[in-house]
């Protein structure tokens, strides 16, 4: 069976997640996304390079958590009281969990056939304050 290969995306300009549907891939390239204004005529397909670069793509892993919630790229997923990151391994070539540890990822790396008992609980872009080290 095929993984279904899905996107999310962060843009960096206005700090905030876009709709997957506003998006526009040639090959596995961004080459525009759709800007949704109040006033329609003000919407727009954006293909220019500078603002393109701004957008962060966040891959489908094909795996969901404990509560059948999609895994991406750069989600934040938490067992007990430890925090993982989604991380691409480019090494070998796949996705794995990597623990953050003093707001950092520098933890044990794990297979991603755990995320199914972890819990994913934002990401790295909406959910910053999630890597921030907690007073014990």
Known sequence: MQRPIKFKAWDKNIEAMVDPENLHLDG???????????????????????????????????????????????????????????????????????????GILKGNVMDMRYLGGMEIIGNIYENPELLEVKDE
């Not at 727009?44 to 094909?62: A, K, M, R």
């Not at 895994?71 to 925090?83: A, E, M, P």
């Not at 796949?94 to 953050?100: H, N, T, Y």
């Open 28 to 102: 596995g390239v961004l080459v525009a996304v759709y800007y949704e204004n109040c006033d329609p005529e003000e919407s727009l397909w954006e293909t220019d390079p500078l603002v393109l670069e701004n957008i962060v793509l966040l891959q489908y892993t094909g795996l969901k958590d404990k509560n059948g919630k999609e895994g991406f790229h750069k989600d934040l997923c938490q067992y007990l009281s430890v925090v993982y990151c989604i991380e691409w391994m480019a090494t070998n070539a796949k996705f794995v969990l990597m623990q953050i540890q003093e």
